[in-house]
């Protein structure tokens, strides 16, 4: 009968805190290790949810007046005048998502993703194309909100701006290690940037506002434009794409809603009534006053420093703005730091993504999505040289994509599960995922040329390789099950072969280990150089201990190919045998060492990785001086 | 008695003509393997030995003059009048040079390179000074006769001159490739570019001096230039030793004495006056002719490129002047790739560098040494961005620094080995060695602050860093020596430990395994999700065939650590056992296949590498479908 031990080894960590890796560096970056059982279950007020959940919707603003704006630009200086209606019409747009958004909150209060909203209610091919918008969604928020961020940095200190890419691979990389450390102190993070920002920025307003309508205050500086392009719907479509991006992130607070006090749902709700309120507020009232400062875009300066410039000076005021600027966009980028590796953590519970991701490290974050995100946005923003405008048109796509398809699974939801006024639901979200079904064509439309084609491809092979690891987990699945499996009868014959190239202590441990293991042993020899074999017979008649040498020859200098050879030699004659190649290992007391030794057990294990019958074991011999 | 089996399995590669390796990229690129029988043995000519041996040296007239010019144009438009004299101190010392090399050519027929000579007659010390000198050499050629080479290519197509990079980089690829396939055509490869490139130059030389001196011919524009210094002795010295980069690969011929035919010595020195005084005529001939043509050097145009352009305007002469430049740069940096790997497979077989230096490839050349060449080189072209005037003060400093050790070790070989007419040759080459250290001395310290640091820093370095691989080669073979050694006893008993996440094929297989080796089997699960445990519990029974199954609890998700702690347990209460760790490993189809899967075994492996008395086995599992 088999028996079965239990040993709590979690006792042991106790006593010297945490175990200890063998990488000094790593914990001083990261942290110790935290057990299993100090995963967090925290609840949050609103107002430090409206903080967490809010930056990366709220920070759009430092780019979203400005994109419109640089589209129109294209038409000349008397386009910027269709600035404030298109930003009106996104107003309009947010107002409608977001009421939809509400909706969503009630019916998934433990937090409806597109991902899940869609998968449920559509199926498995709408779910999993809204999963591949969300991922390249959030690696674009990190791209743009970090390029934005750093845009604002070198508007301020216009000295960074050639320095601007490696600004930004530096915040990433930063960003990507404070999320490895964990992001519990989220709420204490969060709240002071982004209250400070919506400060920051409101004043601005306010005070701009008021000096532009009654101290006649006249635009900042005369501006000189000439347009490349005439004035027509297309222009105005695509200043309106441009925008759009002012609405990405609005569906973050309905993915958390777990996170808030009781009543969840209704906190939430309320959360994004005040967030919507207040992205409605910031974005139109930067569009006012840039329209009445008639300011135009600059590849140097952000609108919003422009801005500030006009209206603060130079002074503290200013750069106020600038930080606050900044540090919401950085805050903004982190926000995709917790949803790209959730999100890719539950597609590889699905299977549908490797497993890896789904692995919590030692910190107990998803350490692989996070990483991953880190270098693919990192990469964009070396690849794009850290360019705002250049990412805007790969942006948008994405994210409208995601909430089409989750307004529409919502439609779907309240079809199946008929309650209280759903009709009334319905149709709210059915205006919702239309509208926003159209803004996804008009952007990857007009967009298309500038960059979204780039999107528009790659969503699609995302689903199919999603997809194709799927299949990948079901053949291993199939291949490994037990169904209707007869265990193996033991072998035949069990030929271990040590495979020497000297006569070393090396070799006579590996030796001893081969005839613990079988009584059928032989020592093998690959001969290269002839002398070499005769200086090993000779040794060997000494040492051997009665176990047989074989010699190959080998004209081409390898010692993969006769040795395989040898192999299938064996097998063929020996059917049902076994063979165990043993490699004498030795271990360098520094892992650099390694350079200086040949590599070929590597790559004989390589070789013979794929060929049935046989193991290759490297039985280690430890180097160190004085040894007897 | 042990017995002694030989098989041969060279005719099984014979019939299909070569071994198959698994990449037929590699293939495609590199060609079949050779057999070590097919090593070459040819002899050459003198004609084409010059050609072969002498393209360093007489490619360094592009840009020897140029870096002449370059440095005395820092003193403004009269210091360029002194670029004759310099010249002409330079033409002296390539003749004390050659002369004192003619000796180590008689002395060392079976070729006298500086690292032999030094370390014969000087000793360890000094032999591995003047290897690390000609390593660094060898490299700096590579840099600068590429950046050269491609600088004739953009004077001539001025709109490549902003992707010199990637052009210099691709070229060093293309090299580096070439050489990996094996250079043995290297005669019809050498000859034409070489007496081509020394035909067109002479051409110039002639039609200009002839064009200036008696058809009065002008200064081919009028030259500005503001100096930055004052013209005096530094500046002088400074050029002088930029000039001096015109003596590097000077010493070719002496190293590949036994590649000429009989009388070897005798051929060889005469190639080597030939070779002398062709450089010396083109090096004073370009100097000459920029003086008079009142050159003024330039960042876009080379030296060379403008007097072609004055002497033979921009038809077909000027092109053919500018390709058989670019061809015998390239061919100048091709030498280095033959003498790079044989030097350094010379320090491997010393065991002064890692053994894998001193491996003949799948074509029977140094492959490992010209790939480090190639990538190192490629590395300094990036770098310095492909600019030949920021590569040169680093380059001269290596060259002499070896001359000088060559000729020092000279002298003492004539007072050790005194045959005719020994004082005669001890004062030739003690002339030669004073003069070449002198300069060494002139070009380090004017240099110094320009980049020579660089090589003064690294040749101690280097050599530190050849006498810590020797140590370490030297701590390896003590500590596997068998003197004195008795071979252990067979160990008290056998563990072996069959580490499982679930119950399936691959288990099975790797449970069949660890019985056939050992009757003291267990298998072992590390639980980290305790819903996970249970179900492999109960799976187990059906499966187990009566072994035990220990579960350890981990709270920090670690595999490793519960299982190294319980191995340390096992070996601590029975000593002399030994531990055998199974690990059912599947195969997937492809190999990227294993991104999609935990890499524990390979973390397991890595962790228990150094434990002493474990030894970890994977027992591969071959995935298919319709297995039974």
């Known amino acids: 009968m088999p028996k079965y031990v239990s040993i709590k080894v979690e006792e042991r960590f106790k006593k010297s805190g945490a175990p200890e890796g063998p990488f000094s560096l790593k914990r001083i970056l990261l942290g110790n290790p935290l057990a299993t059982s100090q995963t967090p279950h925290q609840r949050i007020s609103k107002v430090v949810a409206l903080a967490v959940f809010s930056s990366d919707a709220l920070s759009s603003v430092a780019y979203a007046t400005e994109e419109i704006l640089l589209a129109l630009a294209a038409g000349g200086i008397v386009a910027l005048n269709y600035g404030l209606p298109v930003a009106a ?70 000295s960074l701006f050639d320095h601007r890419v490696i600004i930004c691979v530096s915040l990433v990389a930063f960003v990507t290690l404070a999320n490895l450390r964990g992001v519990r102190e989220s709420g204490a993070l969060f709240a002071p940037p982004t209250y400070f920002f919506v400060f920051s920025l409101g004043m601005l307003i306010l005070v701009g506002l008021f000096r532009t309508e009654f101290l006649g205050m006249p635009p900042a500086q005369p501006a000189l434009l000439v347009g490349t392009e005439e004035l027509g719907i297309l222009l105005l479509l695509r200043a309106f794409a441009s925008g759009c991006t002012a609405l990405s992130g609005v569906e973050a607070i309905s993915n958390a809603v777990p996170a808030f006090r009781t009543p969840e749902s209704r906190n939430a709700s309320i959360t994004l009534g005040w967030m919507a309120a207040i992205l409605g507020f910031l974005f139109i009232g930067t569009s006012i006053l840039a329209h009445r400062l008639e300011l135009v875009p600059r590849p140097e300066e952000t609108i919003l420093s422009q801005m500030a410039h006009g209206i603060f000076g130079s002074g503290v005021l200013y750069y106020m703005v600038q930080v606050a600027t900044a540090m919401i966009l950085i805050l903004a980028a982190n926000t995709s730091f917790a949803d790209f590796p959730r999100l890719s953590s539950l597609l590889a519970r699905d299977r549908f993504l490797p497993r890896q991701l789904a692995n919590r490290g030692d910190r107990l974050v998803f350490s692989n999505g996070i990483i991953s995100l880190g270098l693919v946005s990192a990469l964009l923003l070396v690849i794009f040289h850290g360019n705002t405008h250049a990412l805007i048109p790969l942006y948008a796509v994405g994210v409208f994509l995601s909430f089409t398809l989750s307004q529409l699974g919502m439609v779907r939801h309240w079809y199946d599960n008929p309650g209280p006024g759903w009709r009334r639901k319905m149709v709210v979200n059915l205006a919702g995922g239309v509208t926003t079904a159209v803004v996804t064509v008009v952007i990857a439309a007009s967009k298309f040329l500038h960059g979204a084609w780039v999107v528009v491809l790659l969503i699609p092979l995302l689903v199919m390789g999603f997809q194709g690891v799927r299949r990948h987990y ?90 395989s050879d040898y192999l299938d030699d064996y097998l063929e004659k020996n059917p049902n045998h076994m063979v165990t190649v043993v490699l004498p290992e030795f271990i360098p007391t520094h892992w650099w060492h390694h350079l200086m030794h040949n590599q070929t057990a590597l790559l004989i294990k390589t070789a013979l990785l794929f060929k049935h019958g046989v193991i290759v074991t490297s039985v280690p011999h430890h180097l160190r001086r004085g040894e007897d």
């Open 89 to 158: 019409c996104i107003a309009a747009l947010l107002f409608v998502v977001a009421v939809s958004y509400r909706q969503t909150i009630h019916a998934y209060p433990s937090g409806g993703g597109a991902y899940i909203v869609a998968k449920e209610n559509l199926g498995q091919g709408p779910g999993l194309t809204a999963a591949a918008a969300l991922l390249v969604d959030y690696v674009m928020t990190v791209a743009v909100s970090i390029a934005s961020g750093v845009a604002a940095i070198t508007s301020a200190f216009p």
């Open 474 to 563: 079901t053949f291993v699945r199939e291949s490994l099950s037990l169904e209707g499996y007869k265990p193996p009868a033991p072998p035949a014959g069990h030929l271990v072969v040590v495979l020497i190239a000297g006569v070393h202590r090396g070799v006579l441990e590996a030796l001893r280990y081969a005839r613990s293991i079988s009584s059928n042993v032989t020592a093998l020899s690959v001969e290269i150089d002839p002398e070499v074999t005769e200086r090993v017979r000779q040794r060997w008649k000494l040492w051997s201990g009665g176990i047989p040498l074989t010699v190959l020859k080998s004209s081409y200098r390898s010692v993969v190919k006769p040795l």
